[in-house]
């Protein structure tokens, strides 16, 4: 099985997720658009440094450019100053370098064509080589390569140090976002964390209900545990009283029982023969009346006619030499809104006891205008109009009847009451009786 | 007839098995579902009434299976709780009848009895073959109005014919439904039994009801009076 992540986990790891993704781009960036700035800046400076170059020239004899030993940037006049010069011509065999390449070996080996320039990089230094044209006396153009490295060395350096910066600036900020991150997660779950407090109390018995200050996102599952809960409560009451009414009933049978001991045999075959099928109908009758679940607002939709179909085929078994046929007048579209078990017990009781009292036909139908109605109709003997009363009495407690009579309607008053539905007896047009279900 | 038993509680099971064997069926018992389910796809029964909350293996997968495997001989099932779902349940994995527990052993005796009649196409406990009837609810027979005096064992062969009557019965398939699987299948006790009965029914030798099919067994081959 798959572990499922716990909440916090999952925000946690989405949250990080997003800002190492988000810190690692700025960082990318802010990193590339850095060297890509500096790489510009020295550039400039390699041009600037032929511009120097250029100006610091004088003019020989025949007019062409000469450099002195000497020149005024003392950078070009240092051994190891990390900046390179030379001036070469293309012709002439005219070929000058600045004192700080003295013991170099860097060689400066690019000849340009005149208003062309090229930038290289070498493994450590950046080079500009920069052609121009120079007209001597005669006003004939003599083709010069002027040529700047500088080493890359500051340049390294310099970026080195931006990264550490920017290492500090994102991981601090980094730290930050995840503290504050951590604060927010933890005021965003407290809800919850709430929740689960409130139901261990109700475990414990402290509280009763979730209390209703939760979030508007909370709220439809807390109103559900509530009605849950009140499920639960409602069910065990009734499984309690149902408790307490079979210890009660059965003290009569158990006391006739007693009182047989003294009896000659003949007597207390007869005594058992009335007491036991009466202490079976009582067990029965409250076992089944505290099993059933009844109205709730969590209740599922059930279709009704895979139901009825569903008794039909059984009891087409079980009344197999009634033959009886069954004609079922429901729409697919039909559902009744609770427990399955319910609707089972309601209708077992009701199209058996059409089966057992009809001739050979039991009708079951069902409409849901305005609201369900479900009805069982038999052709039999139907039942009088002064038994109707009695038949539908709520709370005749099955130990205050004669035994025999079964205890299937005693089942449908029962469970009728819960889904606080109608039952009604009539006449059928099959010819005898039909029970009515109207729900609400 | 050859019924089969499936009960967890002990002592039902066994009053259970020595009621119906009194009753002139033969028997097998099992205490859960695994094992009645190897019993009942082994042996050909007629009868199979199965507890549905057995240990292990439920009723209701032992149903299942055993009409899986083809199995049709009916079942009754017995059910603790008398709830509709679990009766549904049962009747939808293939059973054919419920008992609520506790019962009256009557009232099996009445269930099995249908079922057993409505299995073999009969839809009146009396089977009438004039001048024989049989009664499968008293387990009597008549012949012209008079009461023949049966033991058990040819009551139980006599009955299992006239349910198949018209259908030729090997001796071997007559031995497997009359007794229980301990019987020693080569001894020749059948054909006393059928000899016996043949006298006790047709004294005069003139209706012979009872036709011997060489190589192949019995026929019970009188026309029926009323229903088949």
């Known amino acids: ?440 | 007839m050859r019924l089969l038993i499936i009960e967890d509680e002990q002592s039902l099971r066994e009053q259970l098995k020595q009621r119906l064997v009194a009753r002139g069926y033969s028997v097998d018992a099992a205490a859960d579902g695994r094992e009645g389910l190897f019993l009942g796809s082994e042996y050909p029964m007629d009868l199979a009434i199965i507890d549905i909350g057995l240990p292990e293996m439920s009723g209701i997968e032992v149903i299942r299976e055993l009409r899986k495997q083809q199995k049709n001989f009916p079942v009754l099932i017995l059910t603790a709780r008398s709830n509709w779902q679990d009766k549904v349940d049962g009747l939808e994995a293939g059973a054919d009848d419920y008992l609520v527990k506790p019962f009256h052993i009557e009232e099996l005796f009445a269930r099995v009895n249908a079922l057993l009649r409505r299995s073999a196409g009969h839809s009146t406990s009396v089977l009438e073959y004039a001048p024989l009837s049989l009664d499968t609810v008293r387990q009597e027979v008549k012949l012209n109005d008079t009461l023949i005096d049966l033991t058990s064992y040819e009551y139980r062969v006599l009955e299992y014919l006239m349910l198949h009557a018209g259908k030729v019965i090997s001796k071997l398939e007559l031995t497997e439904h009359i007794y229980d699987q301990d019987f020693d299948r080569d001894s020749n006790v059948l054909e006393v039994f059928v000899g016996r009965l043949r006298k006790k029914i047709d004294p005069q030798s003139s209706l012979k009801p009872i036709e011997t099919i060489r190589g192949r067994g019995y026929r019970f081959s009188l026309a029926a009076a009323s229903d088949g």
């Open chain 1, 1 to 440: 099985m798959v572990k499922t992540w716990s909440l916090t986990g999952r925000l946690i790891a989405s949250a990080s997720l997003l800002l190492a993704t988000f810190l690692g781009i700025a960082g990318f960036s802010l990193d590339a658009l850095y060297q890509k700035r500096a790489s510009e800046a020295l550039k400039n400076e390699l041009l600037s440094h032929v511009y120097t170059l250029l100006s610091a020239s004088r003019d020989d004899d025949n007019g062409l450019p000469v450099l002195d030993k000497l020149m005024p940037d003392p950078r070009f006049n240092q051994i190891d100053s990390g900046l390179l010069a030379s001036v070469k011509s293309h012709s002439s065999g005219y070929s000058w370098a600045s004192a700080s390449t003295l013991g170099n070996e860097f060689v400066f080996n690019k000849n340009m064509l005149p208003g062309q320039r090229f930038t290289s990089l070498y493994d450590d230094k950046m080079v500009l080589y920069f052609g121009i044209a120079w007209d001597d006396y005669e006003g004939v153009p003599n083709n010069y390569t002027f040529s700047v490295a500088s080493d890359l060395h500051p340049y390294h350096q310099d970026l080195n140090s931006f990264r550490k910066e920017l290492v500090l600036w994102l991981g601090g900020s980094a730290f930050i976002l995840m503290l504050v991150q951590a604060l927010l997660l933890r005021w965003g779950m407290k809800p919850l964390k709430q929740a689960a407090a409130d139901i261990k109390k109700i475990e414990d018995g402290r509280q009763e209900q979730l209390l209703s200050d939760y979030p508007v996102e909370l709220q439809g599952l807390t109103g559900n545990i509530n009605s849950l809960i009140r499920h639960a409560n409602a069910s065990q009451q009734r499984y309690r009283k149902s408790l307490g009414d079979l210890a009660h009933s059965l003290k009569t049978p158990l006391a006739l029982l007693q009182a047989a001991r003294e009896q000659d045999e003949q007597q207390l075959k007869n005594t058992l023969d009335e007491q036991l099928p009466r202490i079976d109908e009582l067990i029965q009758y409250q076992l089944q009346r505290a099993a059933v679940m009844g109205k709730s607002s969590i209740a599922q939709n059930i279709e009704l006619l895979p139901v009825v179909e569903k008794i039909c085929r059984s009891l087409a078994k079980v009344y197999h030499d009634h033959q009886i046929k069954f004609d079922i007048n429901i729409n697919s579209d039909i559902c009744f809104r609770g427990d399955e078990a319910d609707l089972l017990e309601l209708l077992g009781n009701l199209i058996d006891n059409a089966c057992k009292y009809g001739r050979e036909t039991v009708r079951v139908s069902a409409c849901n205008q305005p609201s369900l109605v479900i009805t069982v109709e038999d052709d039999g003997a139907g039942i009088r109009t002064e038994d109707r009363q009695k038949l539908l009495q709520r709370g005749v407690r099955a130990d205050q009847k004669k035994t025999g009579q079964g205890i299937g309607l005693d089942i449908v008053n029962e469970i009728v009451g819960l889904y606080e539905a109608k039952l009604v007896i009539s006449d059928s047009a099959l010819g005898g009786a039909s029970f009515s279900i109207s729900f609400c």
